[in-house]
């Protein structure tokens, strides 16, 4: 028993190994493995038919023509024996050369040739060898190589050497590659329907995974569903859920856009009676308290708004560094950018501006010098912030992102904000279908990377 459990331990650690190893190397994607499993049980089937084709039908064809030819090489033999005469070779000669389209020759008597060099396919050789070993019973030797189109044979007798050149169809199944020609013909033009029709039922998975992909990051593309059943309904399910999502957005949109007019009527108010009263103290701190109030105000309806509905166009990503350099610089803080790649970029131009905005902005205050630079290569655009401020703790990088959450040690983010600056970064970057990290700067502060598909 205990060697049974180890066998079969031994065994499933080998199989899973094994199935490792090949997944590896098996492809990815749904168009080639489908085409695997056309091709693959395709060619298993030639293989087994083409193998039982060349082992039964194949041989047993070409040891029965070696048999005839054989069994005539013997009767010419025995005639030859049999009957006195000084013309009886020539007699044999003509009988081969009419009646069993063979040219003999009886050659004086001398030792056999040594042994030629063998084909690789060796089929024929074997076969006939053993037939003339058989019926004949003389020492032979054979060539099957020296002319193509002919098989050479040469049998010692008592006083001479019979050579018999017989055609190479008379001794073998030399049509055979036919069948395997029109095999692997008909086998290619199979094949090409296939992945014909294939790539057609392909087709409309990839153009809605391009779609979903779209969508995910802001954009819309016309999309129709098409292909199979199965995807068509798939494609439908995905444009009702699409349809969903744009309507929630449009009454979170509305029902913003109603609070906020609301809300900022009543600080209206506020700001005028604040006005009409006097310029004491206690009214001044009631204005500083309104102006914050308005601040948050715009905050929190932009993290809850996020910018959703904004399209993506191309965008200059050069023009929009500037303006960012060019308000820092103003703020006293010498700022130096770095583009590399094509600048223009697929995103939602204000909705990216600010993205960038709220990380340069919580660079610029705290730091005083501050690195940007952007790559775009391939389909990613890759931007970098550098400030030699005092950075973030590593263990407090993620919690940084949690909307209205303060640090209050060695670096504020939203010093006298609400908190939410890095939450509308990151949520503007994922709504994009990319996403932020926070790292140590070579400058000595933080580093804040940005990657999203341009």
């Not at 030792?111 to 076969?127: E, M, N, R, W, Y």
């Not at 055609?167 to 086998?187: C, D, E, G, K, P």
């Not at 969508?215 to 995905?238: M, Q, T």
């Not at 900022?264 to 700001?271: A, E, G, N, P, Y």
């Amino acid at each position: 028993m205990i060697v049974v459990t180890a066998v079969w331990r031994a065994f499933v650690t080998l199989y899973a190994r094994a199935a490792f190893a090949l997944k590896r190397w098996l492809p990815k994607g749904l168009y080639a493995r489908s085409l695997l499993i056309i091709i693959i049980p395709m060619v298993l089937l030639q293989s087994v038919v083409a193998y039982v084709f060349m082992e039964r039908h194949y041989q047993l064809v070409t040891r029965r023509l070696s048999q005839a030819v054989t069994q005539d090489i013997a009767a010419l033999i025995d005639f030859y024996e049999a009957f006195p005469g000084q013309d009886k070779a020539e007699i044999i000669s003509q009988i081969a050369q009419s009646k069993l389209f063979l040219d003999v020759d009886f050659l004086p008597p001398s030792p056999l040739p040594a042994p030629g060099p063998k084909p690789f396919f060796s089929i024929l050789d074997q076969t006939l060898s053993e037939e003339i070993s058989r019926s004949v019973k003389r020492p032979f030797w054979i060539d099957t190589v020296g002319r193509s189109s002919f098989v050479e044979i040469r049998i010692q007798l008592e006083n001479a050497t019979m050579r018999v050149i017989a055609r190479r169809s008379q001794t073998y199944a030399s049509n055979s590659h036919i069948f395997l020609v029109w095999m692997v013909s008909t086998s290619l033009v199979l094949l090409g329907v296939a992945i014909l029709f294939l790539r057609n039922q392909i087709r409309p998975i990839l153009r809605l995974a391009e779609a979903a992909e779209a969508f995910g990051k802001g954009r819309d593309i016309a999309f129709r569903p098409r292909g199979a059943r199965e995807v068509r309904n798939a494609g439908r399910a995905f444009l009702e859920m699409k349809m969903r999502v744009e309507r929630a957005i449009e009454q979170r949109t509305a029902m913003l856009n109603g609070v906020s007019h609301d809300l900022r009527t009543i600080l209206t108010r506020f700001k005028l009676s604040l006005a009409l009263m006097p310029n004491t103290p206690e009214a001044q701190d009631l204005k500083r308290d309104t102006d914050e109030m308005g601040r948050m105000l715009e905050a929190y309806l932009a993290f809850a708004r996020g910018d959703a509905g904004e399209p993506a166009a191309p965008t200059d990503i050069r023009a929009l560094l500037e303006e960012l350099k060019s308000d820092t610089e103003r703020q006293g803080h010498a700022t130096a950018i770095e583009i590399s790649g094509d600048p223009t970029v697929i995103v939602r131009p204000n909705a990216f501006k600010r993205l960038l905005s709220n990380l340069v902005g919580n660079a610029a205050r705290h730091g005083e010098r501050i690195t940007i630079n952007a790559a775009h290569a391939g389909r990613w655009l890759t931007v970098t912030i550098d400030d030699d401020g005092p950075g973030i703790p590593a263990d407090k990088r993620d919690d940084v992102f949690k909307p209205f959450f303060r640090l209050d040690e060695a670096r504020n983010q939203d010093e006298g904000g609400t908190g939410l600056g890095l939450a509308i970064a990151r949520d503007i970057a994922r709504g994009h279908g990319g996403d932020i990290a926070l790292a140590d700067s070579p400058l000595g502060g933080l580093r804040a990377s940005v990657r999203v598909p341009a």
